[in-house]
């Protein structure tokens, strides 16, 4: 089993993995530290599994999106916006927050998986990828969400003035 990271590394923030602990894995032989990019998809492509552990509150992180978009299994922490990422057991697996422990034990998980069972993991993470979130579907479901917003009847009717909108009655049905 290879591990590889791949990233920047942050420098001012006092939770990141600081360049000191990346070379000292180094030296340990433990990983392999792939620098930062611009265009991981051929770094995706090489691997077996994508592994993002982050604990904090980031939004949906883009490279288990990714990942998953290229039908590769993940492992993330069960945390907001990761945990929407994937299906736990059936396109990934969830640890739990900042449990090293429970980390470890989804990477042997992971690792102990046939070939067959990782790739049909990437599959299923694809097809939820084009389930969920296809750039069509985000966009119509955006444009409806803005119609049903902008046709509401309590919405307040705007009127142009000088460098910008002014709101002025409620709105009623659909008039401009």
């Known amino acids: 089993v290879r591990f590889q990271l791949l990233g920047f590394v942050v420098r001012q923030d006092p939770g990141a993995v600081t360049m000191a602990a990346i070379e000292a894995w180094l030296a340990e032989g433990v990983i392999e530290y792939l620098g930062a990019t611009d265009d991981v998809l051929p770094y995706l492509q090489a691997v ?3 592994v993002l552990p ?3 509150r980031e ?3 883009r490279v ?3 990942a998953a978009s290229v039908a590769k299994p993940v492992i993330a922490a069960d945390s907001t916006g990761c945990r929407d990422a994937l299906i736990n057991g059936v396109s990934g697996l969830l640890c739990k ?3 090293a422990a429970d980390l470890a034990e989804k990477m042997l998980q992971m690792i102990r998986m046939s ?3 990782r790739q049909e993991m990437g599959r299923q993470g694809r097809q939820l990828m084009l389930a969920r979130f296809d750039e069509r579907q985000v966009l119509e479901r955006y444009l409806a969400v ?3 917003v902008t046709t509401s009847a309590d919405m307040p009717r705007a009127e142009a003035v000088s460098g910008g909108f002014l709101a002025t009655e409620p709105r009623r049905g ?3």
């Open 54 to 56: 982050s604990y904090y």
């Open 146 to 148: 803005v119609k049903q």
């Open 59 to 61: 939004g949906m992180p």
């Open 115 to 117: 070939t067959a069972s």
């Open 48 to 50: 077996d599994c994508v």
């Open 97 to 99: 927050p900042r449990d």
């Open 64 to 66: 288990l999106l990714e």
């Open 174 to 176: 659909l008039e401009p």
